[in-house]
């Protein structure tokens, strides 16, 4: 028998069905964002740095993407500790931040895209880079 509803329709694959979950489980109870006092104390500590500084300092790219007028975009992702084997011992604490380097390789702007709960506090970001 043919279902009326989905006859002639193709079926997603599985692994964008579990993106459209994903995605929606995001939507429906909101991905942390940053509050503008984290972006400024982000802002504050890493414009104008060299990318080389900042990568040894916070760790590798995520990903890169030259831009024709010589900048560069960066995905930055904080790094997660291991709290154990499991599902249930998954890190979530995150500080995900956009930058982009301009030809000389300085950090023009930076654009917080995910600050969750951290560690000791409520924001991943501020733990990383507020001045000690």
Known sequence: MVNRRTAGRASLPASWAAVALATAMLAG?????????????????VAGM??????????????????????????????????????ANVDLSRCTLRLVADSRNRI???????DSPGYTSTSRCNEI????
Not at 30 to 43: E, L
């Open 50 to 87: 060299s990318v080389g500084d900042f990568f040894d300092t916070f760790g590798r790219p995520r990903s890169r993407s030259e831009r024709g007028d010589g900048s560069t975009d960066y995905l930055w992702i904080s790094e997660t500790k291991a709290l154990g084997s499991g599902a």
């Open 29 to 45: 109870c909101g991905a942390p964002q940053a509050r503008p006092d984290i972006q400024t104390v982000v802002t504050a500590r």
């Open 108 to 114: 023009a702007s930076v654009e917080v895209v995910l």
């Open 129 to 132: 880079f507020a001045k000690k």
